[in-house]
């Protein structure tokens, strides 16, 4: 990989001496983390997603939650003293992170914002989380992301067919 092909979020983990792998998948529009399972063969709940949300107040936040979960917007706005969370809009996630929606990762952020990881990533030795680009992940053990991002332990996940 040369220097002109790495994104900030691989520039950022190298800096911090974290041990990762580059998987490489054909990006497939809202396929999501079935599509780079199917494509990886990685079982969905082990690949997080990096979602961008918004307060009250506009102010933005990121979850990482796994794959075969969403997000309990209510319990999250509820657990971290919010009146309300939504998603942001594709065009205010990209400026807020740098990243273009579908390759969004936690790792060289442009805006920092506070980071909250699903606490259950962490039963996995390894998981795999966007590394900065569409069809790109890495996979890297979750104390890593710990480590690195120091993010807020949240149990705010949802089975999909679950109401938030």
Known sequence: ????????AIRFLEQQKVAFE????EYQEKGGTQRSSQALGWDEERILKSLVFEDENKKPLMVLMLGHLKVSTKKLA????????????????????GYQVGGTSPFGIK???PIYLERSALDHDRVLINGGKRGQLVVLDPGEIVRTLDPVLVEVGLDKSETT
């Open 22 to 25: 580059v998987l490489l998948y």
């Open 1 to 8: 990989m040369t220097k002109e092909s790495k994104t900030p």
């Open 111 to 113: 805006k920092q914002m």
């Open 78 to 97: 509820r657990d971290t003293g919010r009146k309300s969370i939504q998603p942001c809009k594709p065009e205010v996630a990209e400026r807020h992170t």
